[in-house]
C-alpha cells in the first residue's frame, strides 16, 4: 500500500483521522500480506488501529519503533526496534531500517 494524498484526505474528512491506515488496509489488504507499521512511540492510534485491522485480516505485521514499543509491540508479529530516544534518530533509523529490508527482499525473492 502506498501513499495516496486522495485517499488519506478523503478518509479523514469523510471518516476520521484515526482509521486513514486501517481504512486502505481494509480495501487493498489480503491474507498472506504483510504490513509494516512504523510508530516512534507505538502508541499512534491510527497506526493501531491498522494493526487490529491487520490481525482481523490475518495479515502478518512488522513494527518498526522505539526500544519499547508501546501497545502495538502486543500486537506485532515481528518486532524492529531502534535504541534511541529521540524521536529524528528513531525515524531516521527507520528508513534505514526499510532500505536494508528492501535490499535483502530483493536479493532473495526478486
Known sequence: ?????????????????????????????????????????????????????????????????NHDGGRARLLADHFLYTPQSSTPRIQELHLLYSHILCDQIELHFI
Request: no cysteine; proline share 3%.
Open 1 to 65: 500500500m502506498g501513499f495516496d494524498p486522495s485517499s488519506l484526505t478523503a478518509i479523514a474528512n469523510d471518516f476520521s483521522y484515526q482509521i486513514i491506515f486501517s481504512r486502505q488496509l481494509q480495501a487493498l489488504g489480503k491474507p498472506g500480506d504483510m504490513l509494516w507499521a512504523f510508530s516512534t512511540s507505538g502508541n499512534s492510534s491510527n497506526v493501531l488501529a491498522a494493526m487490529e485491522t491487520a490481525k482481523a485480516m490475518k495479515i502478518a505485521m512488522v513494527l518498526f519503533s
